[in-house]
């Protein structure tokens, strides 16, 4: 079973800067892909960031030019460094592995969840 466990959430100003971690049990060279999602108050869960296995970015528009999403395969963590924070960016902040396998003797399409850090943004 593939844990995931986010850190780095907290209380910041707007304008602030945080960096949200998540570490993995296993090697993340082996899914698909990783990202962050949020979750605010009353509103849906939506994606904010995600890198493939082979290193491809993508963002929410909400959040271009803010946040970056990177990766330390050696330490089998996935990083978003967030800056210049909004109030409209607060929400339960959730980190994601996707593992899929698509082959001649397997598929499966899995998603795993971290449990949440709060990210909260004051103005």
């Known amino acids: 079973q593939v844990q995931l466990v986010e850190s780095g959430g907290g209380l910041v100003q707007a304008g602030g800067s945080l960096r949200l971690s998540c570490a993995a049990s296993e090697s993340i060279v082996s899914f698909n892909a990783m990202g962050w999602y949020r979750q605010a108050p009353g509103k849906q869960r939506e994606l904010v960031a995600s890198?493939?296995?082979?290193?491809?970015?993508n963002y929410a528009d909400s959040v271009k030019g803010r946040f970056a999403i990177s990766r330390d395969n050696a330490k089998n963590t996935v990083y978003l460094q967030m800056n210049s924070l909004k109030p409209e960016d607060t929400a339960a902040y959730y980190c994601?592995?996707?593992?899929?396998?698509?082959?001649?003797?397997?598929?499966?399409?899995?998603?795993?969840w971290g449990k949440g850090t709060l990210v909260t943004v004051s103005s």
């Open positions: 994601n592995a996707n593992d899929v396998s698509h082959s001649l003797v397997s598929y499966y399409n899995r998603d795993y």
């Open positions: 890198i493939t296995s082979g290193g491809s970015t």
